[in-house]
């Protein structure tokens, strides 16, 4: 069975760098989307950008362009989310899942990262 | 870029049926037939229930189903269950080449 399984909760200091990152298995990583959500405290579900392994190609929302980086490394099946420099409102849920290459369902998720960021 | 427009809340009573609006634009939901479905128990991960409008995939219940006319797509949920009490959410795929979620509908069966 498809499985995405991402790192471990993070507790970082504003201003702190933090890589997060999500295996796939079961299925040809490079062959499809790699795509991360933010989900903040309370609030509903936002797209942050993807990445399709094969090539490196990243998209990001206008949003989060910027702000974040993606990248993967097929050698060990992984995705990653970067930041340089955390803020107090990055705290956040974090999914990763796979997306369709033709209309970029979500198929699978990942279990979620709860990053939480805090003096 | 603005989130799809769901409604915050909706709720029926068991075996009644329900829909959920998901208002976009001319430049995604409208421009696209690539609309997806999801199911959101507290404290778990979103679950796939219809993608691209109208087909759901294997495993989920046929009292879901989705439509779409216009910039609105919608679910529905028939013979509702105690078990479908969950927040729900849409996305689209944009003239933009991105992707963009709706604001999440809380499904309470009363």
């Known amino acids: 069975e498809v499985q995405l399984v991402q790192s471990g909760a993070e507790v970082k200091k504003p201003g702190e760098p933090l890589k997060i990152s999500c295996k796939g298995s079961e299925y040809s990583f490079t062959s499809y989307w790699i795509g991360w959500v933010r989900q903040m405290p309370g609030k509903g579900l936002e797209w942050m950008g993807f990445i399709y392994p094969r090539d490196s190609h990243t998209r990001y929302s206008p949003s989060f362009q910027g702000q974040v980086t993606i990248s993967a490394d097929n050698s060990i099946n992984t995705a990653y989310l970067q930041w340089s420099t955390l803020k107090a409102s990055d705290t956040a849920m974090y999914y990763c899942?796979?997306?369709?290459?033709?209309?970029?369902?979500?198929?699978?998720w990942g279990q979620g990262t709860l990053v939480t960021v805090s003096s | 870029q603005s989130a799809l427009t769901q409604p915050a809340s909706v709720s029926g009573s068991p075996g009644q049926s329900i829909t959920i609006p998901c208002t976009g634009t001319s430049s995604d939901v409208g421009a696209y037939n690539y609309v997806s479905w999801y199911q959101q128990h507290p404290g778990k991960a979103p679950k796939f229930m219809i993608y691209d409008v109208t087909n759901r995939p294997s495993g989920v219940s046929n009292r879901f189903s989705g439509s779409k006319s216009g910039n609105t797509a919608s679910l529905t949920i028939s013979g509702l269950q105690a078990e479908d009490e969950a927040d729900y959410y849409c996305?689209?795929?944009?003239?933009?080449?991105?992707?963009?979620f709706g604001t999440g509908t809380k499904v309470t069966v009363l």
């Open positions: 996305s689209s795929y944009t003239s933009s080449s991105t992707y963009i």
């Open positions: 899942a796979r997306q369709a290459a033709i209309g970029g369902t979500f198929d699978y």
